[in-house]
């Protein structure tokens, strides 16, 4: 398996553009996760999606960010409009609750830069 | 949110010796699990341990579990260059849906 796969895998941008990031979470994974990292905040959970259902949305900043997914295969977070304070790298996670208990499988991360 | 605390923020060791990282958490857990980070890439799971163990071994690993006081060790023996990273615990709470609430890391350097 080629493991989670995430793209852009840099993106830079003006204040106030539409970013779209994109994830293939690992087959046959039930749990995908987005996280956001920064140096002041560590890493911190936004969302997270149980069989194409969000079930915890709860850290998402503000309405300016959004995920869906809308397959088993793919999700996409959406940040619109852009801000500078949301740049950070942005981690997509995939995970099965029957393989060991909990882990998480990350790609490699979207480095995002908004000017 | 952050439940774990990692000690130290940042270490810094010559090749060879051993390395000492150490997590704390607040709530009950079903089991703690390390990560390493490598500079600009994304977490890689190292080991878990249950809240019924209190000690497992990976290769030059060794995690230990205190579920009394809440904390956890990560042992890395032997240290070498390519062990520069960040070191991240996450834990799972009782009675979760799978969430895992994460340390804010110690970041390791291995001088040569």
């Known amino acids: 398996d080629a493991g989670v796969i995430q793209s852009p895998r840099h993106e830079v941008t003006e204040m106030g553009q539409e970013v779209t990031l994109r994830c293939k979470p690992i087959s046959g994974h039930d749990y995908l996760f987005w996280y956001r990292q920064t140096m002041m905040r560590g890493l911190e959970l936004l969302i997270y999606f149980n069989n194409n259902v969000p079930i915890d949305d709860s850290g998402m900043p503000e309405d300016r960010f959004s995920a869906k997914m809308p397959n088993a295969s793919f999700s996409t977070l959406k940040i619109q409009p852009s801000e500078p304070r949301d740049s950070a790298v942005y981690f997509c996670?995939?995970?099965?609750?029957?393989?060991?208990?909990?882990?998480?499988?990350f790609g490699p991360g979207t480095r995002l830069t908004v000017l | 949110s952050q439940q774990g605390e990692e000690d130290p923020q940042a270490l810094s060791i010559q090749e060879g010796e051993n390395a000492t990282m150490n997590c704390s958490y607040k709530?009950?857990?079903?089991?703690l699990q390390w990560y390493r980070q490598n500079s600009g890439r994304g977490l890689v799971h190292l080991i878990l341990?249950?809240?019924n163990e209190r000690e497992k071994h990976s290769g030059r690993l060794r995690v230990t579990l205190d579920t009394s006081k809440k904390s956890s060790s990560l042992l890395i023996t032997a240290s070498r260059a390519a062990d520069t990273a960040s070191y991240f615990c996450?834990?799972?709470?009782?009675?979760?849906?799978?969430?895992?609430?994460w340390g804010a890391g110690t970041k390791l350097i291995i001088k040569p």
């Open positions: 341990i249950r809240s």
């Open positions: 709530t009950s857990i079903n089991n």
């Open positions: 996670a995939s995970g099965d609750r029957g393989h060991a208990y909990n882990e998480q499988f």
């Open positions: 996450a834990t799972t709470a009782l009675y979760s849906n799978y969430q895992l609430i």
